[in-house]
């Protein structure tokens, strides 16, 4: 792959930018055109793990509604719009990280490949994280809160809407390892202050989990919380077994800045009292 000069005038850069968005558009295009004539075929796959909580026909296909005659379009689009979000993920991660290349230094752009795999990999391993293990879970609590008062009549557009929200939400948040590790790698924050602060970081998480789950379902909630929680842990492991002998580095700087930090203000705290006297 050509990779650019690290310097460039600034419209030369945003001429960059362009052309990679106008691949991406292009990509994206074609795969909704692709698609759109498949939706009947991904519409019964994306309700496979929840077609026990619908209404369904006597050939065991939902019994879907749709309330206007616009609505059979717009449900079709809507699924080729997302499937082709999610089939050209791997493009899109592509063009964004290429973009970014040139800024590296050349011992720093080895870890492109790794970086490009492990990203798409991940997004992947969410999707199909959210479609085996929490599709299912999160669509019985949120049917059974209607059970003995209301009668369920599902609309098509929703529940493809709601479904393929979560395994979007899912695909980008199963990406925090590659942030955690990069932001210790490239020292951004210090693995052992990112280690010190996991109080904050657990209540972090817990709180991105709820802002991502599409449903107010707290069963999603700590499913989701419960794998950040372990692909968090696992990207520290990961960083602390790259950087070695820097994190002991780091942990004793932090250490003496602490003792500094403490002694500057018992001192200060000392010519505050003398001058009082």
């Not at 391993?125 to 003995?148: E, M, N, R, S």
């Not at 789950?213 to 929680?229: E, I, R, Y």
């Amino acid at each position: 792959m050509p990779i650019g000069p690290a310097r460039m005038p600034l419209f030369d850069h945003l001429g960059e930018l362009r052309m990679r968005f106008i691949r991406i558009v292009v990509c994206l295009l074609i795969a909704v055109c692709v698609f759109y004539l498949a939706t009947p075929t991904i519409a019964q796959f994306l309700v496979q793990p929840v077609i026990e909580f619908m209404p369904t026909e006597a050939d065991g296909s939902p019994a879907w509604i749709y309330r206007d005659a616009f609505g059979a379009f717009s449900v079709r689009f809507t699924i080729a719009m997302w499937s082709a979000l999610v089939a050209c993920m791997p493009v899109i991660i592509w063009q964004v990280l290429a973009f970014f290349l040139p800024a590296l230094k050349p011992n720093e752009r080895k870890w492109f490949i790794p970086t490009f795999a492990i990203a798409v990999g991940l997004f992947i391993f969410g999707t199909i994280f959210c479609y085996l293990v929490i599709l299912h879970p999160a669509f019985q609590w949120l049917t059974d809160q209607g059970k003995g008062f209301v009668t369920l009549l599902p609309e098509a557009k929703e529940w493809i809407d709601i479904i393929i929200k979560f395994e979007v939400g899912f695909g980008f948040a199963f990406e925090l390892p590659l942030i955690v590790f990069y932001l210790t790698i490239f020292e951004v924050v210090p693995y052992a202050k990112l280690r010190g602060a996991w109080r904050e970081i657990y209540i972090a998480l817990l709180v991105i989990s709820a802002f991502i789950t599409p449903d107010a379902s707290p069963v999603t909630m700590f499913l989701l919380f419960a794998a950040m929680l372990s692909l968090y842990e696992v990207s520290m492991l990961a960083s602390r077994m790259v950087l070695g002998n820097k994190i002991k580095k780091q942990k004793l700087e932090l250490e003496a800045q602490a003792k500094a930090d403490a002694e500057w203000e018992a001192e200060w705290a000392e010519r505050q009292k003398q001058k009082k006297k």
